[in-house]
């Protein structure tokens, strides 16, 4: 009765959930933006500029992770998440630009400077599954954490509502890392498979995706971070 259970669904569930969020995220973006006017303010530009920033670099990490020959000849559930999330993280640094520009600000398609010369010490040092899961896990965290803050600073309550739909999609994606982790720590990579066997599962993977009940803000990056020169 003590042992977590795990739905053999979970992994699937998480993922199209994802796909959900982010579709509705999108489909918001594109309808709503058309009535800025540029009188939004320079926060709110440099707060979207950031989170394009981000979204570039997520973008480029996990394209760099599915050319790895460990990735791409690997676990094809891992490559499936992979390649959904890179046309995510597409589709949002789209969106966040497209408020930029909108609101009469200059489209960010650079890396987001900190968490890119992270990035840069990290790559020399991936030697398998676990350490791209590790590092997708940061840059997922930071930007859910990021535009969690976001949805209280901006001013645009349309903005705010770009933020907290956009955010989700990246916890989703952070949480489904956590499981893949979970397992990949505990030696058990062939179970990170859809479906999978319930009885070998660790107690761990019920839980671990889902660590706090609200989610941090204390890592997200400043608003002035990813913002253009």
Do not use: C
């Given at each position: 009765?003590?042992?977590?259970?795990?739905?053999?669904?979970?992994?699937r569930q998480?993922?199209?959930?994802?796909?959900?969020?982010?579709s509705s995220?999108?489909?918001?973006?594109?309808?709503?933006?058309?009535?800025?006017?540029?009188?939004?303010?320079?926060?709110?530009?440099?707060?979207?500029?950031?989170?394009?920033?981000?979204?570039?670099?997520?973008?480029?990490?996990?394209?760099?992770?599915?050319?790895?020959?460990?990735?791409?000849?690997?676990?094809?559930?891992?490559?499936?998440?992979?390649?959904?999330?890179?046309?995510?993280?597409?589709?949002?640094?789209?969106?966040?630009?497209?408020?930029?520009?909108?609101?009469?600000?200059?489209?960010?398609?650079?890396?987001?400077?900190?968490?890119?010369?992270?990035?840069?010490?990290?790559l020399p040092?991936?030697?398998?599954?676990?350490?791209?899961?590790?590092?997708?896990?940061?840059?997922?965290?930071?930007?859910?954490?990021?535009?969690?803050?976001?949805?209280?600073?901006?001013?645009?309550?349309?903005?705010?509502?770009?933020?907290?739909?956009?955010?989700?999609?990246?916890?989703?994606?952070?949480?489904?890392?956590?499981?893949?982790?979970?397992?990949?720590?505990?030696?058990?990579?062939?179970?990170?498979?859809?479906?999978?066997?319930?009885?070998?599962?660790?107690?761990?993977?019920?839980?671990?995706?889902?660590?706090?009940?609200?989610?941090?803000?204390?890592?997200?990056?400043?608003?002035?971070?990813?913002?253009?020169?």
């Amino acid at each position: 009765m003590g042992v977590n259970r795990i739905d053999d669904r979970l992994l699937r569930q998480l993922t199209e959930e994802s796909q959900d969020l982010n579709s509705s995220a999108v489909r918001w973006a594109g309808t709503e933006f058309g009535e800025l006017d540029g009188r939004t303010s320079r926060n709110d530009v440099m707060a979207l500029q950031t989170a394009a920033s981000l979204e570039n670099l997520a973008v480029d990490v996990y394209r760099t992770a599915a050319g790895l020959p460990f990735i791409r000849h690997g676990n094809k559930t891992v490559a499936a998440f992979i390649g959904t999330t890179i046309s995510q993280h597409s589709a949002h640094a789209r969106a966040f630009n497209s408020a930029v520009t909108r609101a009469g600000g200059r489209a960010q398609h650079s890396p987001d400077p900190r968490y890119a010369a992270v990035v840069k010490q990290a790559l020399p040092k991936i030697k398998g599954p676990a350490d791209v899961v590790a590092l997708a896990i940061t840059l997922e965290d930071v930007a859910a954490q990021t535009y969690t803050k976001n949805t209280g600073q901006v001013h645009d309550a349309r903005l705010r509502t770009l933020f907290a739909s956009i955010a989700p999609v990246e916890a989703q994606h952070r949480a489904v890392l956590l499981a893949v982790q979970a397992l990949l720590k505990a030696g058990k990579p062939q179970l990170v498979a859809l479906p999978t066997r319930i009885s070998a599962l660790p107690s761990a993977a019920g839980s671990v995706g889902f660590p706090s009940a609200f989610y941090s803000v204390r890592n997200a990056s400043p608003i002035t971070e990813g913002a253009v020169r």
